[in-house]
C-alpha cells in the first residue's frame, strides 16, 4: 500500500472514529490524540500521522496508547525523551513494522522507574540494556530477514501472495524472533553463537505453536525455521550492536 | 551521497564511538603510571575482582553466582510450596483470591509469593500493561496469591513486595533478563495443562 | 625534602613539550609518561576501537599500547614523529587481538545513545550512525584500518604506509576502494533514507 493512500486512510478511519466516539470499547483514538496535545510534542502531526496508520492496521490499541501517554506526561524525564519514545514508535509504524514489543518495552521501563534516556537509547557498561532504538532495529532486522527468504510477499495491490504470510501473523513472527533477539542480547550472549540464537528462537515459536488457540500456528513456526539459518540470526544482531 | 558528506559522516561517527566510551579512559595515565611503578601489581586482587566483574568478562560470571545462589533459595522454597500449590486450572487452592471466573478459551493462572511480613505485594506483567495487580493473604501466613485469567501465549512478569520488584518466580517457565534485572516467564495454555 | 602535589606535578608536566616528556619518560620519570598517555589516549583507543569494533578489546589494548610503548621507549627516535611511532604499536597489537580473536570471538555491547535537543534528530543520527557503524563492520579488516587512521586520526598517506607497514599507494587504493564499499553498504541499508526531516 502506498504511504499517502495509507495516510488518507488513516485520516479517514480517524475521522469516522472520532465522529462515532464509543469505537475501540474503551479508549478512543480521538483520546489519545487530546492526550498527545497536552504534551506538547515538536513532532506532533507526525505522530498524530502514524498513529492514525497504526489505529487503521489494528497495530496499535487506542487503550495501550492512552496509558503510555499518561505515564509519560506523568514521568519527570525530558521533554525530549518523552517525545523520542514516542517518536519511535510512530517512525516504527510508517516503517512498517508491528510495535506491541516497543509499547511493552516502554510500559515495563516506565513501571520500573527506568530514566527515559535508557528505555529511548538503552546503555553500556556493566549491565546491557537494549532501548527502544536499538530494538526497532532489531524488528527491522527481522523483518528485512523474513522478506528476504520470500516468507512474506506484497504483490503489486498491496495483497499478500500465495506461499506468504497475512499481516497479522507476520507480525507476530517477527515481534517473536525479535524478542528472543533482544532477551538473548540483554542476557549477555554473543551474536556468534548463530546456532544457540537459532535453537532459542526455535523453542520459542515451537513452544508458542504448541499451545492450546496457539498465538502462532505451527506451519508458520515450521516455514519460518526451515528458511532461516543461524547465521542470518547472527547477521540481525551484528548491524545492531555495531 | 556526496564524497565531502561521507567524509564527514566517517569523522563523526568515530568520533562519537570515542566520545561515547571516554569514560573508559578516566585515569588510565594513573593507572599505568601506577603499573610501570610496581605500586600495585596488575595481577593484585582489587584487579582480579575488577576484572571479574567487569561488563565484558565479569558479567558472565558474577551473573552465574546470582542465578546459583537463588536457584539454592528456590530449592528450599519450591520444597515448601511444593506442599501448598494447587495446579494451576485444578483442584481446591488453599488460598484463593476472589476473580471473576477466567471466560471462555482463558485459564485461571495463579501467582502465588512467600512474603511474611509485606505490606503489600502485587504482580506486574505484559498482560496488565505492567500495572500492579493485587495479590492477597486473608489468612495472614505470608503466602500471597492471585488468580488472573489469561489467554494461551507467554507473558512476562514479576512481583512487587513492598515497592521491590522480584522477577525470579519459583513457579516460572523461564527467566529473562529486561533492564538489568529478570523478570519470570509463563506460558499459560500448555496442552494438558489448565482450562 | 619539598614534596610537590599532585596538581603541581600535573602542572609541571602539563606544561612540558612532547620532547622533553619523552626525555623525562626515558630517565624513568613515569609521572611524564602519564602525561604522555593523558595527551594520546583517545587517539590510541580511537584507533583499537576502529579496528577492532569492539569497546572492551579496545579499552584493554589501549592500555597495554602504553605500557609497551614504555618499555620500547629506548628504541624510539627522537627525531621521528611519536605518535606515528605509537600508532605502529597500536596497530600491531590490534592486528595480533584480530588474528586471536579469529579463534575466540567476542562481541561488543551496543553503544549508549545519550539525549538531545531535538528528539527526532536524536533518533534519526542515532540510527543513521549505528548504519555507518554497521557497514564500518562489514568492511575487511584490511580496508577498515587506513580508513579509521585517515578519517579519525588524521593522519597522512605517508604516515598510513608507515604504520601499517605497506606501500603508499597500496593505502590510497585501499581507503578509495573502502569508502566506495562503504558507501554502497550504507546505501543499501538506507542511510539517505534517515536523513530527512
Same mark, same amino acid.
Given at each position: 500500500?502506498?504511504?499517502?493512500?495509507?495516510?488518507? !486512510?488513516?485520516?479517514?478511519?480517524?475521522? !469516522?472514529?472520532?465522529?462515532?466516539?464509543?469505537?475501540?470499547?474503551?479508549?478512543? #483514538?480521538?483520546?489519545?490524540?487530546?492526550?498527545?496535545?497536552?504534551?506538547?510534542?515538536?513532532?506532533?502531526?507526525?505522530?498524530?500521522?502514524?498513529?492514525?496508520? %497504526?489505529?487503521?492496521?489494528?497495530?496499535?490499541?487506542?487503550?495501550?496508547?492512552?496509558?503510555?501517554?499518561?505515564?509519560?506526561?506523568?514521568?519527570?524525564?525530558?521533554?525530549?525523551?518523552?517525545?523520542?519514545?514516542?517518536?519511535? !514508535?510512530?517512525?516504527?509504524?510508517?516503517?512498517?513494522?508491528?510495535?506491541?514489543?516497543? =509499547?511493552?518495552?516502554?510500559?515495563?521501563?516506565?513501571?520500573?522507574?527506568?530514566?527515559?534516556?535508557?528505555?529511548?537509547?538503552?546503555?553500556?557498561?556493566?549491565?546491557?540494556?537494549?532501548?527502544?532504538?536499538?530494538?526497532?532495529? =532489531?524488528?527491522?532486522?527481522?523483518?528485512?530477514?523474513?522478506?528476504?527468504?520470500?516468507?512474506?510477499? !506484497?504483490?503489486?495491490?498491496?495483497?499478500?501472495?500465495?506461499?506468504?504470510?497475512?499481516?497479522?501473523?507476520?507480525?507476530?513472527?517477527?515481534?517473536?524472533?525479535?524478542?528472543?533477539?533482544?532477551?538473548?542480547?540483554?542476557? %549477555? %550472549?554473543? #551474536?556468534?553463537? %548463530?546456532?544457540?540464537?537459532?535453537?532459542?528462537?526455535?523453542?520459542?515459536?515451537?513452544?508458542?505453536?504448541?499451545?492450546?488457540?496457539?498465538?502462532?500456528?505451527?506451519?508458520?513456526?515450521?516455514?519460518?525455521?526451515?528458511?532461516?539459518?543461524?547465521?542470518?540470526?547472527?547477521?540481525? =544482531?551484528?548491524?545492531?550492536?555495531? | 551521497?556526496?564524497?565531502?558528506?561521507?567524509?564527514?559522516?566517517?569523522?563523526?561517527?568515530?568520533?562519537?564511538?570515542?566520545?561515547?566510551?571516554?569514560?573508559?579512559?578516566?585515569?588510565?595515565?594513573?593507572?599505568?603510571?601506577?603499573?610501570?611503578?610496581?605500586?600495585?601489581?596488575?595481577?593484585?586482587?582489587?584487579?582480579?575482582?575488577?576484572?571479574?566483574?567487569?561488563?565484558?568478562?565479569?558479567?558472565?560470571?558474577?551473573?552465574?553466582?546470582?542465578? @546459583?545462589?537463588?536457584?539454592?533459595?528456590?530449592?528450599?522454597? &519450591?520444597?515448601?510450596? &511444593?506442599?501448598?500449590?494447587?495446579?494451576?486450572?485444578? @483442584?481446591?487452592?488453599?488460598?484463593?483470591?476472589?476473580?471473576?471466573?477466567?471466560?471462555?478459551?482463558?485459564?485461571?493462572?495463579?501467582?502465588?509469593?512467600?512474603?511474611?511480613?509485606?505490606?503489600?505485594?502485587?504482580?506486574?506483567?505484559?498482560?496488565?500493561?505492567?500495572?500492579?495487580?493485587?495479590?492477597?493473604?486473608?489468612?495472614?501466613?505470608?503466602?500471597?496469591?492471585?488468580?488472573?485469567?489469561?489467554?494461551?501465549?507467554?507473558?512476562?512478569?514479576?512481583?512487587?513486595?513492598?515497592?521491590?520488584?522480584? &522477577?525470579?518466580?519459583?513457579?516460572?517457565?523461564?527467566?529473562?533478563?529486561?533492564? &538489568?534485572?529478570?523478570?519470570?516467564?509463563?506460558?499459560? @495454555?500448555?496442552?494438558?495443562?489448565?482450562? | 625534602?619539598? /614534596?610537590?602535589?599532585? $596538581?603541581?606535578?600535573?602542572?609541571?608536566?602539563?606544561?612540558?613539550?612532547?620532547?622533553?616528556?619523552?626525555?623525562?619518560?626515558?630517565?624513568?620519570?613515569?609521572?611524564?609518561?602519564?602525561? /604522555?598517555?593523558?595527551?594520546?589516549?583517545?587517539?590510541?583507543?580511537?584507533?583499537?576501537?576502529?579496528?577492532?569494533?569492539?569497546?572492551?578489546?579496545?579499552?584493554?589494548?589501549?592500555?597495554?599500547?602504553?605500557?609497551?610503548?614504555?618499555?620500547?621507549?629506548?628504541?624510539?627516535? *627522537?627525531?621521528?614523529?611519536?605518535?606515528?611511532?605509537?600508532?605502529?604499536?597500536?596497530?600491531?597489537?590490534?592486528?595480533?587481538?584480530?588474528?586471536?580473536?579469529?579463534?575466540?570471538?567476542?562481541?561488543?555491547?551496543? $553503544?549508549? +545513545?545519550?539525549?538531545?535537543?531535538?528528539?527526532?534528530?536524536?533518533?534519526?543520527?542515532?540510527?543513521?550512525?549505528?548504519?555507518?557503524?554497521?557497514?564500518?563492520? $562489514?568492511?575487511?579488516?584490511?580496508?577498515?584500518?587506513?580508513?579509521? *587512521?585517515?578519517?579519525?586520526?588524521?593522519?597522512?598517506?605517508?604516515? /598510513?604506509?608507515?604504520?601499517?607497514?605497506?606501500?603508499?599507494?597500496?593505502?590510497?587504493?585501499?581507503?578509495?576502494?573502502?569508502?566506495? +564499499?562503504?558507501?554502497?553498504?550504507?546505501?543499501?541499508?538506507?542511510? +539517505?533514507?534517515?536523513?530527512?526531516?
Amino acid at each position: 500500500m502506498n504511504r499517502g493512500f495509507g495516510i488518507l !486512510v488513516a485520516l479517514l478511519l480517524g475521522a !469516522v472514529i472520532l465522529a462515532s466516539g464509543t469505537a475501540f470499547g474503551g479508549a478512543t #483514538p480521538g483520546d489519545v490524540y487530546r492526550a498527545l496535545s497536552g504534551l506538547e510534542l515538536a513532532h506532533h502531526d507526525e505522530i498524530v500521522q502514524a498513529f492514525g496508520i %497504526g489505529f487503521s492496521l489494528g497495530r496499535l490499541s487506542p487503550d495501550r496508547m492512552i496509558q503510555l501517554v499518561n505515564r509519560l506526561a506523568a514521568d519527570g524525564g525530558t521533554q525530549a525523551d518523552k517525545e523520542g519514545i514516542l517518536l519511535v !514508535v510512530a517512525r516504527a509504524l510508517e516503517d512498517d513494522l508491528p510495535v506491541d514489543l516497543l =509499547i511493552d518495552k516502554a510500559e515495563e521501563g516506565l513501571a520500573r522507574n527506568i530514566p527515559l534516556g535508557v528505555i529511548l537509547n538503552g546503555t553500556v557498561g556493566e549491565t546491557r540494556i537494549l532501548g527502544l532504538v536499538q530494538r526497532k532495529q =532489531i524488528l527491522e532486522g527481522v523483518r528485512d530477514l523474513l522478506y528476504s527468504k520470500g516468507i512474506f510477499c !506484497v504483490s503489486g495491490k498491496g495483497q499478500a501472495v500465495a506461499t506468504s504470510l497475512p499481516i497479522e501473523r507476520f507480525d507476530r513472527i517477527v515481534t517473536e524472533i525479535a524478542d528472543v533477539l533482544c532477551d538473548y542480547t540483554e542476557s %549477555g %550472549g554473543s #551474536p556468534f553463537d %548463530g546456532h544457540l540464537i537459532y535453537e532459542q528462537v526455535r523453542i520459542r515459536l515451537e513452544t508458542l505453536s504448541q499451545l492450546r488457540e496457539p498465538p502462532i500456528l505451527a506451519e508458520d513456526a515450521a516455514l519460518v525455521l526451515e528458511r532461516i539459518e543461524p547465521g542470518d540470526l547472527t547477521s540481525v =544482531i551484528l548491524k545492531v550492536l555495531g | 551521497m556526496r564524497e565531502d558528506s561521507l567524509d564527514q559522516l566517517l569523522r563523526d561517527t568515530l568520533k562519537q564511538e570515542v566520545s561515547q566510551e571516554a569514560f573508559r579512559l578516566e585515569g588510565l595515565e594513573d593507572r599505568v603510571v601506577t603499573e610501570l611503578a610496581g605500586r600495585v601489581p596488575r595481577s593484585g586482587l582489587g584487579d582480579l575482582l575488577k576484572r571479574l566483574l567487569a561488563p565484558t568478562r565479569g558479567a558472565r560470571i558474577a551473573q552465574l553466582a546470582v542465578v @546459583g545462589a537463588t536457584a539454592a533459595i528456590f530449592l528450599v522454597l &519450591g520444597a515448601f510450596l &511444593g506442599e501448598r500449590i494447587a495446579p494451576v486450572g485444578g @483442584g481446591a487452592p488453599r488460598h484463593s483470591t476472589p476473580v471473576a471466573a477466567a471466560p471462555a478459551g482463558e485459564d485461571e493462572v495463579l501467582f502465588i509469593m512467600p512474603a511474611p511480613g509485606a505490606k503489600s505485594v502485587a504482580v506486574v506483567g505484559n498482560f496488565n500493561g505492567w500495572s500492579p495487580t493485587p495479590l492477597s493473604d486473608p489468612d495472614g501466613d505470608g503466602i500471597w496469591t492471585a488468580r488472573i485469567p489469561l489467554s494461551p501465549g507467554r507473558y512476562e512478569y514479576a512481583f512487587v513486595v513492598d515497592g521491590h520488584w522480584w &522477577g525470579q518466580d519459583p513457579l516460572a517457565d523461564d527467566y529473562v533478563r529486561s533492564f &538489568g534485572q529478570y523478570n519470570s516467564v509463563r506460558y499459560v @495454555g500448555r496442552v494438558g495443562e489448565g482450562a | 625534602m619539598y /614534596i610537590r602535589s599532585k $596538581e603541581e606535578k600535573d602542572g609541571v608536566y602539563h606544561n612540558l613539550n612532547e620532547v622533553d616528556l619523552l626525555r623525562a619518560s626515558l630517565a624513568g620519570d613515569t609521572e611524564a609518561w602519564g602525561e /604522555i598517555v593523558l595527551r594520546y589516549k583517545d587517539a590510541v583507543f580511537g584507533l583499537c576501537l576502529g579496528f577492532l569494533r569492539n569497546r572492551a578489546d579496545a579499552e584493554d589494548l589501549t592500555h597495554d599500547t602504553f605500557i609497551r610503548a614504555y618499555e620500547n621507549l629506548r628504541r624510539y627516535r *627522537l627525531d621521528k614523529k611519536f605518535s606515528t611511532w605509537l600508532f605502529t604499536i597500536a596497530s600491531n597489537l590490534s592486528r595480533n587481538r584480530l588474528r586471536h580473536r579469529r579463534y575466540h570471538p567476542v562481541v561488543s555491547p551496543p $553503544e549508549q +545513545m545519550t539525549g538531545g535537543i531535538d528528539p527526532a534528530a536524536v533518533v534519526a543520527r542515532e540510527a543513521r550512525h549505528a548504519r555507518v557503524k554497521a557497514a564500518l563492520d $562489514e568492511l575487511p579488516h584490511g580496508y577498515r584500518a587506513p580508513l579509521v *587512521l585517515r578519517y579519525y586520526n588524521e593522519l597522512s598517506y605517508k604516515e /598510513i604506509a608507515e604504520v601499517l607497514s605497506l606501500p603508499e599507494g597500496t593505502v590510497k587504493t585501499r581507503i578509495h576502494r573502502a569508502k566506495v +564499499m562503504l558507501k554502497e553498504r550504507m546505501e543499501r541499508n538506507g542511510v +539517505m533514507e534517515y536523513e530527512r526531516g
